[in-house]
């Protein structure tokens, strides 16, 4: 168990014993049922998890500057923006790339490596997920397929994104030629129909490597990987140094260009 998943468990857990305590506080001089006390425990218990639960979702890394001015039609591609998506597209192409963004990051954080990607002639969708968490959007891409005609389809994500991103293609091998994780690892097994591309930086502070080596089972026949000297975790995108991560020892700019180049390799081979 991650620290992480150990001090959700902790913080979900602890409103349970608070709210029964603060009820037999608020009746301790009154005579009623053990019923109604119960009832009480349980509404402060879902108030305060609620108020824990938005101090969780709410807060998210925000995108830079660059990254919001690169949200723009140029240079041959189209930029549109949904309520559930943006992208960059090209008039000619047989090929898409979906992509999932990492946890309580903003989507538009990863706009530059979006339009580098597309620039390569292959279109680009990156989710709007609610809350900044793909785990609430996992079949997003459904609406995308469904309304577009494209012979090559492929799906990518930064982090959770990228489990994200492997789940959908588990389920969906049909619908799939390819998954892209960026400083992450599939947690469900890939098939073998699948290629997969794994990308992340040797200094990367939050990939936890025991798990990505493990994980490596659900790898599919075909499966790749390339390690970016000098990469980090948060640098796959413009929000900022990630918490926890390890400082780069090359710039944000330069990481994803490493990352946009292995990409359109990746897709044009397969």
Not at 124 to 138: G, S, T
Not at 204 to 227: F, I, M, T
């Amino acid at each position: 168990m991650s620290k992480y998943t150990l001090y959700t468990l902790i913080a979900l857990l602890i409103p349970f014993p608070v709210s029964f305590f603060l009820s037999a506080l608020i009746y301790r001089k009154r005579t009623i049922r053990v019923l109604w006390k119960a009832l009480t425990a349980v509404l402060l218990s879902f108030v305060f998890i609620s108020a824990i639960s938005l101090c969780y979702l709410l807060p998210y890394a925000k995108a830079e500057e660059e990254a919001i001015n690169a949200l723009k039609s140029e240079d041959g591609l189209n930029y549109k923006e949904t309520d559930n998506y943006y992208a960059f597209t090209n008039k000619e192409t047989d090929s898409a790339l979906i992509f999932f963004p990492g946890a309580r990051v903003d989507e538009k954080a990863y706009s530059v490596l979006a339009k580098k990607i597309s620039e390569s002639n292959i279109d680009v969708y990156v989710i709007k997920a609610p809350f900044h968490l793909a785990l609430f959007c996992i079949d997003a891409p459904d609406k995308i397929i469904s309304e577009t005609d494209y012979e090559y389809i492929y799906i990518s994500g930064h982090s959770l994104g990228g489990a994200i991103a492997s789940i959908y293609t588990a389920k969906n091998s049909d619908k799939i030629d390819g998954v892209i994780m960026l400083g992450s690892y599939p947690s469900e097994t890939i098939n073998d129909d699948i290629s997969l591309l794994s990308i992340y930086g040797d200094k990367d502070g939050l990939l936890q490597k025991d798990a990505y080596e493990k994980k490596k089972e659900n790898w599919p026949r075909n499966s790749q990987e390339y390690v970016i000297k000098g990469g980090n975790h948060s640098g796959f995108g413009l929000y900022g140094e990630q918490k926890g991560d390890s400082v780069a020892e090359i710039t944000n700019e330069q990481q994803i260009e490493i990352c946009a180049k292995q990409i359109t390799e990746f897709i044009n081979r397969n």
